[in-house]
């Protein structure tokens, strides 16, 4: 069963900690409590209507600090801290074994709603198996993340983003091109400092991600002063939100998630109840039914700075580990060399072969980006650049096949003529013509063009 927990400030009012769940507050009410000493206190509680599982914290005579700090900790109800004597009174034989929960607190708006109980069940019962996995990998990764947010000035929970994002997974790659953990389009990843290219993508390396998306999130706040706005501009960007806003005139996320607003797709309006559901289970699992989570342990690695060229299979080598081992530290390497024009690279290694490589460094030889290319290849072009290649050299065949047996007409457009018009005239298929003469749009011919046409042998048209 839930339990309630309340602060009560002795001598002051009933103060609530943010993590009280929304549908107790109606059991709180707001009224004085003057005591004196322990003993009125649990008086006090009996009578102010509480119910009677609820789990009392006090604090007598608070200093300001403390009352500003109360929705960030909870003290321990087995004490009570009196400021103006320093002296602490044991409650114990008042309160007889008092159990405290850890309940999870939040630094980012945190929204109960239908939406968000739908993706809590999705999580714990749809693919629970795969969000199990994402649990498992992210304890590798949140400690870096939470402390680049934090010293960045962030809330520390918009890291879960990564757990909706890429469940923790460097390489993961998404139909729109987006790449590594957070999820980055090349062009962003390059405004914020990523260097992408044939050696290397640092939209995979997990470090250097955080510190692109923490920018980024900051520079979205900035712009809507709204965490949950700024989370929505980084799935849609910023120019969506900002139209979205303009268009229906609010700033709430939540209206502009509204069924009836159509401008924001449904994976942005998704975006923060996933956000708000993947925490709540990342930071209570075993509430939510993950008690079984094998979580991984963080990468143990050093770094060593790399000023030129150099493969891999040399680096591991002289650090008597496998090359497996570097390309898993550093997923950011797209072969097996490091990048060229890329001075004082860091290059993870791992724990305790720094010392060995720094002495053995300066006897590796260099690669030139010319022997690198003769191992590697030119890059790999993506499935729809072959499918655009392959489709325009079939045409090109297909079209030098089927005028090989055709004389060519030179034909030039006359003001006021049209494709569709030329091909009825020399009875040919308006595509073939169009294909002929390179022509990608249909509807855009010059007076004076000049077009090829080719017909049967025995067509009689003239030139004109």
């Excluded at 909870?74 to 004490?79: A, G, Q």
């Excluded at 992210?138 to 918009?158: A, H, I, Q, V």
């Excluded at 640092?202 to 955080?210: G, H, I, Q, S, Y």
């Amino acid at each position: 069963m839930k339990k309630n927990m309340l602060t009560l400030v002795v001598s002051l009012t009933i103060l609530i900690p943010n993590i009280i769940q929304a549908d107790q507050l109606q059991t709180v009410l707001d009224q004085k409590i003057e005591v004196a000493d322990s003993a009125q206190i649990i008086d006090a509680a009996d009578t102010a209507e509480i119910p009677d599982d609820t789990q009392i914290v006090v604090v007598v005579n608070p200093t300001p600090e403390q009352i500003l700090s109360l929705d960030k900790q909870i003290l321990s109800p087995e004490t009570i801290i009196d400021e103006g004597t320093q002296e602490e009174t044991s409650l114990a034989e008042e309160v007889e074994e008092i159990e405290v929960p850890v309940l999870a607190t939040f630094d980012i708006p945190m929204t109960m709603n239908e939406k968000v109980e739908i993706y809590i069940h999705y999580f714990t019962n749809r693919i629970r198996d795969k969000f199990s996995m994402w649990l498992g990998r992210s304890e590798m990764y949140l400690p870096m993340m939470k402390k680049t947010f934090r010293e960045k000035g962030l809330p520390e929970d918009l890291t879960y983003l990564v757990l909706i994002e890429s469940g923790f997974n460097n390489k993961a790659y998404s139909r729109a091109k987006a790449t590594g953990q957070w999820q980055f389009m090349t062009g962003t990843g390059k405004r914020y400092g990523l260097r992408i290219d044939r050696w290397i993508d640092e939209r995979r390396d997990p470090e250097k991600a955080t510190e692109a998306a923490a920018e980024y999130l900051g520079d979205l706040y900035g712009l809507f002063n709204d965490w949950h706005l700024a989370a929505a501009g980084y799935n849609a960007g910023e120019g969506k939100i900002g139209r979205a806003i303009k268009k229906y005139k609010t700033v709430d996320f939540w209206q502009l998630s509204q069924p009836k607003y159509k401008y924001l797709r449904r994976e942005t309006k998704d975006y923060i109840p996933k956000l708000i559901a993947a925490a709540m289970i990342a930071k209570e699992p075993a509430k939510y039914g993950f008690d079984d989570i094998e979580y991984h342990p963080s990468l143990a690695c050093e770094k060593i700075t790399i000023n030129r060229m150099t493969d891999l299979r040399d680096i591991a080598s002289a650090a008597e580990c496998s090359l497996e081992d570097l390309q898993l530290l550093n997923p950011e390497l797209k072969t097996k060399f490091t990048p060229p024009n890329y001075p004082d690279y860091e290059l993870n290694v791992p724990m305790g072969k720094k010392e060995i490589l720094e002495d053995k460094l300066a006897s590796i030889n260099g690669v030139s980006e010319k022997i690198a290319l003769r191992e590697v290849g030119p890059e790999k072009q993506s499935l729809s650049r072959k499918k655009t290649i392959r489709a325009k050299r079939v045409q090109a065949q297909s079209v030098s096949m089927e005028t090989a047996s055709k004389r060519v007409i030179s034909y030039i457009v006359k003001e006021g003529e049209t494709l569709w018009g030329i091909a009825a005239k020399y009875s040919v298929d308006v595509r073939h013509l169009a294909s002929w003469n390179n022509l990608r749009n249909k509807h855009q011919l010059k007076t004076g063009q000049r077009l090829n046409i080719y017909v049967g042998r025995d067509t009689g048209k003239k030139v004109s």
